[in-house]
């Protein structure tokens, strides 16, 4: 029955998805594309930064040595089998290989949400999270571990254990993730000022 007939004989006719504009297809094309070109700059830089720390300024495999760049802030090297704040630590063959899949896993459930996500500060959050996660899964496929090497610390008091790009990365992305979830915790987005 055509949706004229169903009006006629009193009914309402079948709702239909609403029809996405060109507009609308286009701007979430480029933020998509925004969102994996910052995942891949993350990825790079912390590829990078690894790189550097490992064979110009030579610290691998020598934990006693640091790089005091501040008073508070150290370059020193860390191996770090486990993930964020050492939970979940695999040092054997088989503990490495699960924290990878595990990894690899949420890596992609985060692409899947940032390919369906709509708003832009989201989507930042979530390329933040994905390129700092396959910054750290490369480096635990290839060598086992994850490269750490940032140490912020006052005196002897260390608010974090020694970290990368990558895990600054992530935390920023999920910390951004949870302000806007705790912002629109009732589903009320904020008014926009006009």
Known sequence: MSDVADEAAGQKPAETA???????RLRLKALRAQALVIAFLIFVF???????????????????????????????WVENNGVSLGLLSASSFWGRWLLVLLTGAIAVFVAFWLWRERKRTDSVALAMVLGGALGNILDRIRLGYVVDYLDLHFGEFRPFLVFNVADAAITIGVLLLLVRALLMRDGKAPKKES
Do not use: C, H, M
């Open 46 to 76: 912390d590829q990078a930064v690894k790189w550097v720390v490992t064979y110009p300024l030579n610290l691998r495999g020598q934990p006693e040595w640091t790089i005091k760049i501040a008073d508070f802030f150290n370059l020193r």
């Open 18 to 24: 609403p029809e996405v504009s060109r507009a609308d």
